[in-house]
């Protein structure tokens, strides 16, 4: 089973409120590149997205608004 699968399935088994997917983007990432993989990753549905500076450290979350 293909990781899309796996996460499509425990969605299913377990309710879409009880799984919570984070993406975490370097916080000096230009907008576009931002902006790609943003769409890379949204059949993952991330809840929340989290800048990192240079050494790993989370900068701030953001929203994703849905």
């Keep these: 089973m293909n990781l899309t699968a796996a996460l499509e399935r425990a969605r299913l088994e377990l309710g879409p409120e009880a799984m919570h997917t984070h ?4 916080a000096s990432m230009k907008s576009a590149d931002l902006s790609r993989v943003v769409d890379r990753v949204e059949i993952f549905r991330p809840r929340k997205l989290l800048f990192a500076n240079s050494v790993g450290q989370a900068v701030s979350p953001a929203r994703t608004g849905k």
């Design 23 to 26: 993406l975490v983007l370097s």
